[in-house]
């Protein structure tokens, strides 16, 4: 049986971090640097750094932060190969 999440050539894909929509949604709230945008999004910078390294984010965590920047979860989440 294979696993859901691997690809017919035997890739395997992760959810990681959309840094690129996090960035744009938080500037656009006002946000000029981490610190800032961490404000906005209501988390916290260790979370954020966590996020940025390949952590990935619980899904209530995720749509509180979703919900604050008004985008969809699926905006935050890119997947890649891993």
Do not use: H, Q, Y
Not at 17 to 43: M, P, Q, Y
Request: glycine share 12%; net charge positive.
């Amino acid at each position: 049986m294979t696993d859901a999440s691997t690809l017919a050539g035997g890739d395997r894909r992760r959810p990681v971090w959309n840094d690129e929509v996090f960035r744009e949604r938080t500037k656009a709230l006002g946000a000029r640097n981490d610190r800032e945008r961490c404000a906005v999004a209501g988390l916290s910078k260790a979370s954020l750094r966590r996020w940025r390294m390949g952590s990935a984010p619980s899904l209530g965590v995720l749509g509180v932060v979703a919900g604050r920047l008004g985008v969809g979860i699926s905006d935050l989440i890119r997947e890649e190969v891993a």
